[in-house]
């Protein structure tokens, strides 16, 4: 079953896995370009330290960079023994370039692991979290040309706004928690 997962090192080598297996893709929703330094270092000590300021972003008495919002930042997982599939993120907040194209939530896939729903439960999960955070709505985009993230959204129960430049832009209602059932 899939689930969200607060980044943890015990998860390091399969964290190590997933960042691999995205190769030169985007990964949405992980964090891994505002990371000091980024995610070169796949070692445990690397993931220890990209595990601290992922955790400490979602902390709201923690100060964030310029730009930035608060973020509880979650790894996607499947699976006995637990597996990273992929990166979530729930911003707290919105900056005007986030409500233009970026959202309240951000996620991925890892390629080897697509179609096989987990994109779709994360969000629903991930809509949940930003309830449990006050947020009444959130705002989720994907590229124009991303079929299977536009089904994804409408399927959590996205309605569709505008697009702007190449992002389709839709709003989720918290209170129906995503709007199906996992």
């Not at 390091?12 to 992980?30: C, K, N, Y």
């Not at 996620?107 to 779709?120: D, I, L, Q």
């Not at 006050?134 to 993230?149: A, I, K």
């Not at 409408?154 to 996992?182: C, F, H, N, P, S």
């Amino acid at each position: 079953m899939t689930a969200l997962a607060v980044p943890d090192v015990r998860l390091h080598e399969s964290w190590a896995a997933a960042v691999r297996d995205f190769g030169d893709e985007t990964m949405h929703g992980s964090g891994d370009w505002h990371v000091p330094g980024g995610w070169r270092d796949l070692t445990e000590a690397g993931c220890r330290a990209v595990v601290q300021w992922l955790r400490r972003s979602g902390d709201p008495a923690a100060p964030v960079g310029d730009g930035l919002v608060h973020c509880d930042f979650r790894w996607i997982t499947a699976g006995d023994p637990e597996e990273v599939v992929g990166f979530l993120a729930v911003r707290h907040r919105l900056t005007p370039w986030l409500l233009d194209q970026g959202g309240h939530i951000g996620y991925s896939v890892r390629p080897s692991r697509r179609r096989e729903g987990h994109a779709s439960r994360a969000l629903v999960l991930g809509v949940r979290r930003a309830a449990e955070l006050g947020l009444d709505r959130v705002l989720v985009t994907c590229d124009d040309d991303n079929v299977g993230s536009r089904r994804t959204i409408e399927a959590a129960g996205g309605r569709y706004e505008d697009t702007r430049g190449v992002k389709r832009r839709y709003w989720i209602d918290t209170a129906a928690g995503g709007a199906q059932d996992l």
